[in-house]
């Protein structure tokens, strides 16, 4: 008996010892090695989630963001960030980079309100920020208090024009680019459409920027038909998924949380992304065409006119309406294959009303992008450079509305058959995208 216990006694001592051991290298033993949970950080990788969309929520705010540009014509400022902030709820942010792959600093945030608002709640701003040291920063992103980055849900802005340079001209990819600011409410009239993009053409524009919330379904095959060519560069616009858009241009008088659709961001957008890839940017509605009288295309007539203005870097070009009666409009002009083609002919358009320059009278622009800071629909809001307000005898605006609230007698109007004079070179590449887009009968 004496034996048995012996051995049990052992094999007591032997697990005490063994307990005893193993508590001892539980206890010796670092955190880094013990089996826990490492607590919740913001990893040092970026950016994790690349912001695709054109309107982008800026998190813990009413703000929406739209693009981020390399802006370095203010002094100690480096980076652009265009967005429609509301204007009731504006804070301080800051500015947090992506380094080339690393995260980098904070830098305070310059928050610049446009002052066109036309009294609705939401307004363009820009948010200018300044670049950390030894930064190599590919993309950019807003935070509402300083050091506290939470990478996993934060937005990230990629940052273009990073190699703009106001002298390279000769580098530039385009001479002319139309930004046409917005399509919406299931917009269809295809035929003035085409005629005014086939206009242009002629005229010598390289590419048209459409920012597009909605349009009608035989509009979308001619812009789809046009986008394959490399003419057109649509932009989703999905404005009506984030506000109450206004169909007009004053709070007052239409409600609304946003002018027009965002149309003053959309200009603002156009100009920075054409910035570095465009000598001149148009800014107009698809109704209106930016006509020259004394030249056949845009090119002749602003080589003359920056020569004759060499400081100048935004051209006014007044407005001229050429109204749909009192004359008899034939819908499908001089082809009766467009009388399956939405839209009306403006071609029929002959008869142009006379501005009132006694009062008040809106212009559209021709504008040198990297002369431009920040712009309106009628005149640029900040610049570098000069305002030439070109007479109407050498370019004015051709404007077809599809209605006008007032209807002037016709000995009032006079006639202008200044589109006449390109229907011969019009109509062969106006029936061929017709034709591609399978809207010709």
Known sequence: MDKPKRVRGKFFFLFIAILIFILCFTVRTPRTYRIIPPPHRAPKTCPLQISERSITPLNNTKHLLVSAYMDQRVNGLDVRIIGMFKRDSIQKLHCVFCCA?????????????????????????????????????????????????????????????????????????????????????????????????????????????????????????????????????????????????????????????????????????????????????????????????????????MDVLQQQHPNKGVFLIENHIFPKKPFNESKWGPLPRWRGVPGFNILDRIYKEEPDRTIYHPHKMIVQPRMVQQTSVHEVLQMIGQVFKVPPDVCRIIHSPISTPTQRPLEQLHVDTRLRDFTEQLLPGLNKVLRKAGLLI
């Open 101 to 301: 792959g690393q995260l980098g600093g904070t830098t305070p945030g310059t928050i610049l309100e446009h002052t066109d608002n036309f009294g609705f709640p939401y307004v363009t701003t820009d948010v200018m920020c300044q670049i950390p040291p030894n930064c190599n920063a590919t993309h950019v992103s807003l935070m509402t208090q300083p050091g506290k980055v939470w990478l996993v849900d934060q937005p990230w802005l990629p940052i273009r024009n990073k190699k703009t340079n106001g002298t390279e001209k000769d580098k530039l990819q385009f001479n002319f680019t139309v930004c046409i600011s917005n399509l919406f409410g299931n917009y269809n009239n295809v035929l003035q459409f085409a005629q005014t993009l086939e206009m242009y053409r002629l005229l010598g524009v390289d590419r048209v920027v459409i920012y597009n919330t909605s349009c009608g379904p035989d509009l979308d095959r001619l812009l789809q038909t046009y986008s394959r060519e490399g003419f057109v560069e649509m932009v989703p616009w999905p404005i009506d998924q984030h506000l109450n858009p206004s169909r007009g241009w004053l709070f007052s008088l239409s409600g609304g949380d946003v002018h027009y659709f965002g149309q003053l961001t959309t200009l603002n957008e156009c100009v920075y992304r054409s910035m570095d890839r465009s000598r001149y940017v148009l800014l107009n509605d698809i109704d209106e065409i930016i006509m020259p009288y004394k030249h056949n295309n845009l090119t002749s007539l």
